[in-house]
Antibody, heavy 119, light 107 residues
Framework: EVQLVESGGGLVQPGRSLRLSCAAS????????MHWVRQAPGRGLEWVAG????????DYADSVKGRFTISRDNGKNSLYLQMNSLRPEDTALYYC????????????WGQGTLVTVSS | DIQMTQSPSSLSASVGDRVTITCRAS??????LAWYQQKPGDVPKLLIY???TLQSGVPSRFSGSGSGTDFTLTISSLQPEDVATYYC?????????FGGGTKVEIK
């Protein structure tokens, strides 16, 4: 069974940093591209960033470009999101999601980890 | 970047009604479109990909159609368990943009 478990969320002050993790199991992690998608409270879904299985392809939403860095460790079956210079508008539930291909649809989602940016 | 516009933003229909949700891309995306269902308090669930392919395990009352810029999600006979917000998503290239969502309620 595919499992994606996010962690690392919490309350952080504006301008500070946070690192999210996503632990994957139940599938061959290095066969799949992985993405982060977020959802602000009461709002819709927003794609944040994606990384191919080889790390050769990486893309970011304009709203986070230059502040967030996506990475992965295939040996640890883990996906990461380093978030710097956080803003109140980054407050959201952050999901990791597995894609069928790099630019593709999201087959499997984690339960999400909540990030709250507030002073 | 390509924008994805869903309509309506919300709708209320009776059990058994046929429901149609529209998603329009600002530029052509071929058939690189997916639909998701998100029930209140739950994780999004993939319903349809490649505009019209039903994901395994999804009830056959759900169907998708369209290509290019105009797409539809149809629920042939609305059921109480279909109360949810529905999102389209394009994936021809990054950014993998979602539509704004359509909230479906029972009248």
């Amino acid at each position: 069974e595919v499992q994606l478990v996010e962690s690392g969320g919490g309350l952080v002050q504006p301008g500070r940093s946070l690192r999210l993790s996503c632990a994957a199991s139940g599938f061959r992690f290095d066969d799949f591209a992985m993405h982060w998608v977020r959802q602000a409270p009461g709002r819709g879904l927003e794609w944040v960033a994606g990384i191919s299985w080889s790390r050769r392809d990486i893309d970011y939403a304009d709203s986070v470009k230059g502040r967030f860095t996506i990475s992965r460790d295939n040996g640890k079956n883990s996906l990461y999101l380093q978030m710097n210079s956080l803003r109140p508008e980054d407050t959201a539930l952050y999901y990791c999601a597995r894609c069928w291909g790099y630019n593709s649809f999201f087959e499997h989602w984690g339960q999400g980890t909540l990030v709250t940016v507030s002073s | 970047d390509i924008q994805m516009t869903q309509s309506p933003s919300s709708l209320s229909a009776s059990v058994g009604d046929r429901v149609t949700i529209t998603c329009r891309a600002s530029q052509g995306i071929s058939n690189y479109l997916a639909w998701y269902q998100q029930k209140p308090g739950d994780v999004p669930k993939l319903l349809i990909y490649d505009a019209s392919t039903l994901q395994s395990g999804v009830p056959s009352r759900f169907s998708g159609s369209g290509s290019g810029t105009d797409f539809t999600l149809t629920i042939s006979s609305l059921q109480p368990e279909d109360v949810a917000t529905y999102y389209c998503q394009k994936y021809n290239s990054a950014p993998l943009t979602f539509g704004g969502g359509t909230k479906v309620e029972i009248k």
